[in-house]
Each structure stands twice: as structure tokens, then as C-alpha cells.
């Protein structure tokens, strides 16, 4: 689901009122973009190693709005203790300290490599004689390790690590709550997300309705993360889904965290804001590779990350993810021959509320804003497997554009849009002429729009999904996401246990699939799942089956998922996902749909689990 026209959008960031049984009233009309850029960035401090304790903490100043300050960044810093031998063994965790340059090697390195050999038990025998100055490779292809130099063990020395040790180098954790108050909620969220961690987090994603006060949330969150913890996040629809289950009130009050923990992690955040206009495709471009490129250079990446996770206001994302693909492209094609093997990431949602009315915010570190790109870095030493598919097949029904502009059709095969669609599903919506969006929303949740992109790993077909929401008197049809003339589009369809169920099979398949790790060694997952199939689920009563689903598909792994009005996620295949788009100028390799579900899972793929220095 997303939202283009229908939804109002304002701007300049004013706090909301205290949260009660209703939504806070729509903010003032945001002023138009300018050009002045505006960056935060806290002061690096090393993490102290102490137990967390969220409710002991002293108040932190209260964020301030962001009126013409258009961007906020943010990063942590990285952390390189030494570790300390136990009797000549050490654990993965003090190798992967030592310093030194990265590698990204693979087995295959390490075996034709004429000092070290690999057994086929998975044992890494360095002969410290021959190499007296070498360094080990990583374990697997699209694994960073940090380097060490063989010469500095005693001969005989034997290192362990395995997937025990793995999992602890990155740990995720989630927490949520429904209670009214917002600082109550964070509090309680924290509480649990942090509960037995000896650090801080590198980086905090925060999702809530939008009956919290964003200022109060941001004030609170960066009391209990601290002061060098990247925090973003954004508005969610009525609900958040984790491992625990659906976190929501029948005032529809909700907030969840999604924390990571990772010494070595890298993380930056920055947030530029969008043009007043959603047909102002440059300038939309323009923010969502200005807030990309902050955040790549503040989170100290060398190279490109492993994922850029984004929120932004619906209504023009395709251009956000322009120039987010132009940065990430520039940031590869600079790597040259060090470029990793592993493909940048990008994914991510928009910002909602509970009821289409315009309401929704962004969150980045100090400030909010109701009308902006957020961008944020996520560099860990976990794999990352994206998945972005929907719940839906195509039916008999198809047809091409014959013409269209930005987000409206008005032509298929020649004739009325909104009469061939109404034709192919059969049941009018234009009986009572231009009734309030949500009339369209619920009727047409079912049977989308979608153009076939290619085929995913599994061999299923994958279709980017656009969501009618209004047909206009002259016979167009409006949706959330751009089309083009020229393409042929299909009637997608879906009934409510196909909505509900089809996301853990088919994520569960993928990740069988195609991921560099096993299910055991999923850390953690990052979710979106389209507002609109939330609202179609959770009036059935079944959304908690959605969340089991997902639990079931990662390994029962800690997992956030909140609900866009916009799903962004890299199509499964290399055709360009907005090639057929009016005004797009640049090439993209990520899409932008509606009824969607977008995944990242977060995993270790080692293969070594012993080294012995000879």
C-alpha cells in the first residue's frame, strides 16, 4: 500500500500533541525544500562495558523539530579492543580484533594458498615456518574478518570458532509495547530489547503509531541508547509485528525497537527533505542521494555497505531510490577491484499512520520530520539476504498501458482504465463518484495491478505490485506507485489465508534457497508488510498467524516488521524495475511496490571451524 495524492503532506517537523485516544491534529502545510543542509553528528565516545539499566539513566535534552534544517546525520564509532589469550587458544571474537586490513577470501583462497592448508574436516593449518608474516583469510566469500598475523601465536597454537561464536559477534534484539504513554512505551521497549546486554547498541530502529509524540520517543530512545547510537526510524500503521507477536491497544497504540549489537558494526543515518511536490522527480532524486551519501561517509565504510535500510514520505519514492542507487553504484564502481562480493542491499518502507490522513513522520537521531528521506547504514559482519515479494498471483486478466503519467492511468488497451478494471473485477467502484479514498483501498486490497519483472531464485514468478486506490470521473485510475505506457500489467488476486500464510512459505523457500547461511544461523530480520494487507488480515483476526509465519520462517530469530503505506526491496532479477517510468533518468535495481513484503535476514555462512598454527 502506499499513498500518493490522497495523503496530505506537511512538513516542518512540530511536535505532536500528547498521545490520547485520537490522532494529534495534521500539522501546518510544510513550507517548501531549501537548499540549506543542516548536519548533527554526536560526539564519538567508547562504549563502556556495564549492565544496562534503561530506567536509571538522566534525562536527555528533548530533540527539536526540524523546521529549516533539512538533514540530520549521525554515526558510532567503532570499537577495536584487543582480546586476551587463554593458554594459546583464542576465540573468534579476539582474532577478528587484532587489526589489520580486511579480507574477503574464500575456502578456496585458503586452500591453494602454499603456508596454509584446509582439511576436510574444516580445519585451517597455517605453517607459521614458511609464513612467518601471513595472515589467515576469511572463512567464507562474503565474510569480513579482520586479519592477524600467524607469526604472534606460539607454534601449536589451536584457535576454535564455529557458529556459537559467530552468532555473538553480531547480536540483534527487539522489544515492544502498547501501553499510551509514549515514554512509558519506550521505556518498556528498551527495557526488553536491552535486557542482559553488557553494551550499548550501534544502532537503534524505532517504529511507533502516530498516537505517540515523536519528540517525546527521540528524547527518551537516546536517553536509554546513549550517546553514540545511531537512531531512525519512522511511523508505522496501527500495529508492529515481532517474534512475541502483534504489539498493539484497541487505540491502536504501538511501539517496537529493533536494536543491533556489534562491536566492529558500522552505522550512520542522515535524512534530507523532500521536495513539496511529488512530481519534482530531480529534487526527489537529489535528497535521496544527498541523505545517502552523509550517511555512507559518516558510518566510515570503505566501500559499499552491506544494506541501506530507508524510510521517506509516500509520494515519490521511486525517485528516492534514484538517487540512492546512483551513490551506492558511485561508492562500488570507486571500490574497483576491492569492491566486495557481496551486492548492496536496499530495501526498506514508507512512513503511515493508522488512517490515510497525512499524519505520518521520519525519524533521525535528534530530529523528525513529516516530509523527508531518512537513509541509514547497516555494516555488520553478518550476510544479509533480501527478499521482496508479495502474497499474490496473476490472474487471466492483462493488459497494456496505453497511457498513462506519474501514478494515474487512463488508458488500458485503448479503453477506460477504471471500466476495464472494474470489468476484470467484477464489481463497480465508481458508483457513487469520488467517494473518500478509504472506500477504494478496502475492495481493491485484493485485486491489485502488477507487471511482471522476472523470475526469483525459487523459479516462482515475481510481480511489482501497484495498489488502485480512487478512479477518477474522466474513467482514470489512481495508484501508489508509477506506471508507464507501453507496459503490460495483470490482475493480481488474493483471498485472505493466501495474505496471511503465503509470506512464510515463500520467505522460508527463498531463504532455503538462496542464502549464504542455514536457517540456524539467522541472527535477526528486518521486515516490511504492507499496511494495507495488514488491515485486510488483522479485520479477520488472523494478523498474529502473519507474525508466527515469519517466526517460523527465520529460526524463531528476533525480528521487527512494521506496516508501510510503500514497500521498497531488490527485484529478483536484473531488469530495470523503473525503465518503463516517465522522467526516470537513472538506472535502479531496487522497486518500489504496493501489497508487498520486503525482508532482510541477517546471518553467518562460516565454513571453518578450526585454525592450528604448526
Not at 207 to 230: F, I, K, M, N, S
Not at 473 to 484: I, P, Q, T
Request: charged share 15%.
Amino acid at each position: 500500500m502506499g499513498s500518493g495524492a490522497s495523503g496530505q503532506k506537511d512538513g516542518q517537523g512540530e511536535a505532536t500533541s500528547p498521545p490520547g485516544a485520537t490522532e494529534p491534529a495534521t500539522p501546518p502545510r510544510k513550507a517548501p525544500p531549501t537548499a540549506a543542509v543542516h548536519a548533527h553528528q554526536h560526539q564519538h565516545q567508547q562504549q563502556q562495558h556495564h549492565q544496562m539499566s534503561p530506567n536509571a539513566s538522566p534525562k536527555a535534552q528533548p530533540p527539536t523539530p526540524s523546521h529549516s534544517s533539512p538533514r540530520s546525520v549521525h554515526t558510532s564509532p567503532k570499537n577495536n579492543a584487543a582480546g586476551a589469550t587463554n593458554g594459546g587458544q583464542r576465540t573468534f571474537n579476539d582474532m577478528r580484533r587484532d587489526g589489520g586490513s580486511s579480507h574477503s577470501s574464500g575456502l578456496k583462497t585458503v586452500a591453494g594458498s602454499k603456508h596454509a592448508t584446509l582439511t576436510r574436516d574444516g580445519v585451517v593449518k597455517i605453517d607459521v615456518r614458511t609464513a612467518p608474516h601471513s595472515s589467515l583469510p576469511a572463512p567464507a566469500p562474503s565474510f569480513q574478518m579482520s586479519s592477524f598475523q600467524a607469526s604472534s601465536f606460539p607454534t601449536g597454537s589451536r584457535m576454535v570458532f564455529g557458529q556459537e561464536a559467530l552468532h555473538a559477534m553480531t547480536e540483534i534484539a527487539t522489544g515492544a509495547s502498547s501501553l499510551p504513554g509514549t515514554e512509558e512505551a519506550m521505556r518498556a521497549a528498551c527495557r526488553s530489547a536491552f535486557s542482559g546486554k553488557t553494551k550499548k547498541p550501534g544502532i537503534l530502529l524505532v517504529y511507533a503509531t502516530v498516537l505517540h509524540d515523536p519528540a517525546v520517543l527521540l528524547q527518551v530512545a537516546r536517553e536509554l541508547a546513549g550517546p553514540a547510537c545511531v537512531i531512525c526510524g519512522c511511523s508505522t500503521s496501527q500495529c508492529a509485528l515481532t517474534e512475541r507477536g502483534v504489539c498493539s491497544s484497541e487505540t491502536m497504540h504501538a511501539m517496537a525497537v529493533w536494536a543491533c549489537f556489534d562491536e566492529t558494526g558500522r552505522f550512520g543515518a542522515a535524512s534530507a527533505q523532500l521536495p513539496a511536490s511529488d512530481d519534482n522527480y530531480v529534487a526527489a532524486a537529489d535528497a535521496g542521494a544527498d541523505a545517502t551519501s552523509q550517511a555512507l561517509t559518516l558510518s566510515r565504510v570503505d566501500g559499499p555497505p552491506k544494506l541501506v535500510w530507508l524510510h521517506c514520505a509516500p509520494g515519490c519514492e521511486e525517485a528516492v531510490l534514484a538517487g540512492v542507487e546512483r551513490v551506492v553504484a558511485a561508492a562500488t564502481q570507486a571500490a574497483g577491484t576491492e569492491a566486495p562480493a557481496y551486492r548492496t542491499v536496499i530495501a526498506g518502507g514508507s512512513s503511515a499512520d493508522n488512517s490515510v490522513s497525512g499524519k505520518w513522520w521520519q525519524l533521525c537521531n535528534e530530529q523528525y520530520h513529516r516530509n523527508a528521506v531518512v537513509v541509514c547504514v547497516i555494516h555488520t559482519d553478518a550476510d544479509v539476504y533480501p527478499v521482496f515479494d508479495s502474497c499474490y498471483t496473476a490472474t487471466a486478466h492483462s493488459a497494456v498501458i496505453t497511457r498513462s503519467e506519474g501514478r494515474v492511468i487512463f488508458e488500458l488497451d485503448g479503453k477506460p482504465a477504471s471500466e476495464v478494471y472494474n470489468r476484470w473485477t467484477g464489481f463497480s467502484m465508481s458508483d457513487t463518484p469520488r467517494p473518500p479514498p478509504d472506500v477504494y483501498l478496502a475492495p481493491s486490497t485484493v485485486f491489485p495491478l502488477g507487471r511482471f519483472v522476472g523470475t526469483d531464485i525459487t523459479g516462482s514468478d515475481v510481480y511489482s505490485l501497484m495498489h488502485p486506490h480512487r478512479m477518477e470521473n474522466d474513467g482514470s485510475l489512481s495508484l501508489f506507485a508509477n506506471v508507464g505506457s507501453g507496459s503490460r500489467v495483470s490482475m493480481m488476486a488474493a483471498n485472505t489465508r493466501q495474505i496471511t500464510r503465503e509470506i512464510g512459505a515463500r520467505l522460508a523457500q527463498s531463504l532455503r534457497k538462496g542464502a549464504t547461511f542455514r536457517e540456524s544461523a539467522i541472527v535477526g530480520s528486518l521486515l516490511v508488510y504492507c499496511a494495507g494487507c495488514m488491515m485486510h488480515v488483522r479485520a479477520e483476526g488472523m494478523l498474529d498467524t502473519v507474525a508466527q509465519q515469519i517466526k517460523s520462517a527465520t529460526n524463531h530469530a528476533p525480528f521487527l516488521c512494521l506496516h508501510p503505506f510503500g514497500e521498497q526491496g531488490r527485484l529478483p532479477t536484473t531488469e530495470n524495475s523503473s525503465s518503463n517510468l516517465n522522467k526516470n533518468k537513472f538506472v535502479q535495481q531496487t522497486g518500489h511496490g504496493n501489497l508487498m513484503y520486503s525482508a532482510v535476514v541477517f546471518g553467518f555462512s562460516a565454513a571453518v571451524t578450526d585454525v592450528h598454527i604448526l
